[in-house]
């Protein structure tokens, strides 16, 4: 199935949960903030959250500095 993370293309499989789609990505799940089509999923919810196609994921990173 094809989603998005921070707006790039990527293909995963059926049933892929919002935590297997960063698994996938490579992405560190510490520290970070999920939303999923634009709604907040928080760190508790990302294993059972499932994608579906066409579905888009934004994850930010905290930054310091001032």
């Known amino acids: 199935m094809n989603i998005s993370v921070n707006n ?16 996938l990505a490579g992405i560190n799940p510490e520290g970070i903030a999920t939303a999923l089509n634009g709604e907040v999923v928080s760190l508790v919810d ?9 579905d888009s994921v934004l994850v930010i990173e905290p930054f310091y500095g001032g």
């Open 46 to 54: 990302r294993d059972s959250t499932e994608l579906h196609d066409g």
């Open 8 to 23: 790039k293309p990527m293909t995963v499989p059926d049933h892929t949960t919002l935590q297997g789609a960063l698994d």
